[in-house]
């Protein structure tokens, strides 16, 4: 059994049934190694009709996994910033969700003109929205602000025309929170 379960949990692409049953043995103490799961979600520049799909996908994920509801909310409202940033601001983009034993990453990728002074733009209240993002409701400068508030760590990168990368990690309660 165990070896079977180790051996399910090295592909990233099983039914979700298996990993939450690998995930719920792995609970109950019988063995070790807790599965890892990783799916990625295409995110599109610009694309205000198809924006927020890949983080209601994590959210549906993590839904499907009996994670707590209060940590999915908070997994979700960073992945719906972040989603709407690259929308807004960045280009292409990526959003995957990591599942490991003790922990969520939260890893958005866009190749969009990249962040010029990351500092600034963590500030609540600075934002580059133009006005039709503002006729949308965007553009309060709170997004980046509002993903340190709801993540355990956050990491922005941006190297000069390379893009942005915001990587984000939640504990998952009682199973590895480091304070
Ligand atoms: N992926 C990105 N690519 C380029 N610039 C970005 C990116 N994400 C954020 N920024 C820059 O950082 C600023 C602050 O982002 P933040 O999410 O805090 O606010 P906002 O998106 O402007 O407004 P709000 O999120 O409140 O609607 C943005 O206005 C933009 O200049
Ligand atoms: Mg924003």
Redesign the pocket.
Same mark, same amino acid.
């Given at each position: 059994m165990r070896a079977i379960l180790l051996g399910l949990t090295e592909d990233a692409d099983l039914p979700l049934v298996k990993v939450r049953l690998a995930r719920l043995t792995a609970q109950s103490g019988n063995f070790k190694p807790m599965p890892q799961l990783k799916k990625s979600f295409h995110i599109k520049g610009r694309d205000f009709i198809r924006a927020g799909e890949a983080s209601i996908n994590v959210q549906n994920l993590l839904k499907s996994m009996d994670f707590d509801p209060r940590l999915i909310r908070r997994v979700a409202i960073c992945g719906y910033?972040?989603e709407?940033?690259?929308v807004?601001?960045?280009?292409d983009?990526t959003l995957s969700i990591e599942v490991d034993n003790d922990k969520l990453i939260l890893e958005?990728t866009?190749d !969009?003109? @990249?962040?010029?002074d990351?500092e600034?733009? $963590?500030?609540?209240g600075?934002?580059?929205?133009n006005d039709d993002?503002r006729e949308m !409701?965007? @553009?309060?400068?709170?997004?980046?602000?509002? $993903?340190k508030k709801n993540s355990d760590q956050i990491q922005?990168e941006?190297p000069p025309n390379d893009?942005?990368v915001?990587r984000m990690i939640f504990f998952i309660p009682d199973k590895g929170k480091s304070d």
């Open positions: 910033e972040s709407m940033n690259v807004m601001h960045g280009g983009g958005i866009d !969009g003109p @990249g962040i010029e990351i600034l733009a $963590m500030q609540a600075y934002s580059t929205a993002h !409701g965007f @553009g309060a400068g709170m997004g980046l602000p509002n $993903m922005v941006s893009g942005t915001v």
